[in-house]
């Protein structure tokens, strides 16, 4: 697949909601050149930018799909995480110590957002899916280039200790796409995986295979886009 994202900011100024580019001009006006690397250390974009795009994420989505992409996501998110949980729970994963990892974590700690963070880092786990080139925790140290390198979508959480696997703590949360870091300082875990989706249905992008199953519950259970026909 060739690199999308220099010819999405070649035609950034041709309208501003005619077409799936419009995240791109977004991006360009709204970090106005912010969005710099310093070395294989991480950089910041100015938190007043990142308001302004995820506000112009939610407001395209909006207008793509007539539903409220936060408020759809989060009400969602909460209504099924104790049943989820209890599907994962039910499962041995004597041979997935991550997943074993998040829910012995959580049993000692059940806040809400926890739950909310455990439910999105189990699922592909739960759908056996490989989360580990979609989901990578880092430190600051590490580099910046070996981490994006084939990262075709994929959600980057920076941490100064990784010995919780709920990790709530966090530098910074990275969102990448077609091995481009978009957006940064996004928050926490859940917060980025609402920008991702409302990201992938702005520029019309489809599902990565290897996490189809993953993307399909939270577009059709999470969102209540589909629903109908889920047969997830």
Known sequence: MQMIWPLLLTVYNSCFFGCCFILIGILKEAVSGVL????????????????????????????????????????????YDSKLLYLYHSRHYADIAEMSAILESLDKNASNHRKRVAVLLGLPLYMQENPSHFLMFCEHTDSEEAIIKGMTVGIITVVDDMMDPILCDYSDVALVIEVVIVLRNIGDVPNTFVNLMGLLYALNINYSQNFKYTFEVIQRLFMNIGADACNV
């Open 36 to 79: 710099q690397l310093a070395g294989n250390r991480w950089s910041c974009l100015a938190m007043g930018s990142m308001v302004l795009i995820m506000k112009k994420i939610s407001t395209e989505f909006t207008r793509l799909v007539s539903m409220d992409l936060s408020k759809s996501f989060y009400e969602s998110l909460d209504k």
